[in-house]
């Protein structure tokens, strides 16, 4: 198995552009994860999925953030308009109902000039 | 507010020594305790896990002890080797409510050839 694929794995951008991250989790897995990770805050959980369906998005900071399943092997996280405060690593992590083993994509490194 | 503490924030460890990290928690319903380790410019993965039906729980050249009625749970590296430098993440979830993993700050190890 390829594992979690992540797209772009690097992204610079300027501030007020429309930033779209992608994930594409594990084969069979039913929950997707996306964290932010920063030097001041750590990892941050921003929302989650379960079946396609988003269970909680109560640590997506702003509705600048948004973030789509459309279906089981692909997600969207979106961020418009952008701003330097959001610059940091995004995560997404997919992991198997019962096993609770969150298995990361490699990130993508976001950079808002 | 951070469920999980964790300490220290880094730590200097010559080869073959032993490396230790703490955490604690307050959370009395969280049953699920990994640890992640992070290499730089990678997401993290799962390096070992417990669960509080167990005191202490070791692989190879890790080991976690859990102290359930302090609500701590320590990570120790034995002969520390210069691959093992990395950042490490303790987390905690509650199984039975969702799978939503709660992440200590970090503690990055190096350990000294």
């Known amino acids: 198995d390829a594992g979690v694929i992540q797209s772009p794995r690097h992204e610079v951008t300027e501030m007020g552009q429309e930033v779209t991250l992608r994930c594409k989790p594990i084969?069979?897995?039913?929950?997707l994860f996306w964290y932010r990770q920063t030097m001041m805050r750590g990892l941050e959980l921003l929302i989650y999925?379960?079946?396609?369906?988003?269970?909680?998005d109560s640590g997506m900071p702003e509705d600048r953030f948004s973030a789509k399943m459309p279906n089981a092997s692909f997600s969207t996280l979106k961020i418009q308009p952008s701003e330097p405060r959001d610059s940091a690593v995004y995560f997404c992590?997919?992991?198997?109902?019962?096993?609770?083993?969150?298995?990361f994509g490699p990130g993508t490194r976001l950079l808002v000039l | 507010q951070q469920q999980v503490k964790q300490s220290p924030q880094s730590l200097i460890v010559q080869k073959g020594g032993i490396s230790i990290i703490n955490c604690a928690y307050e959370n009395t319903a969280f049953d699920y305790f990994p640890w992640y380790q992070q290499f730089p410019g990678k997401g993290p993965a799962l390096l070992i896990a417990?669960?509080?039906?167990?005191s202490e729980k070791k692989e190879g050249r890790f080991t976690i002890s859990f102290n359930k009625s302090a609500k701590q749970f320590s990570l120790h590296i034995m002969d520390s080797q210069p691959g093992d430098s990395a950042t490490y993440f303790c987390?905690?979830?509650?199984?039975?409510?969702?799978?939503?993993?709660?992440f200590g700050a970090g503690t990055t190890v190096t350990v000294r050839a």
């Open positions: 417990i669960r509080p039906d167990v």
């Open positions: 999925f379960n079946n396609n369906v988003p269970i909680d």
């Open positions: 992590a997919s992991s198997f109902s019962r096993e609770e083993t969150q298995y």
């Open positions: 987390a905690a979830s509650d199984g039975s409510y969702d799978y939503k993993l709660s």
């Open positions: 084969s069979g897995h039913d929950y």
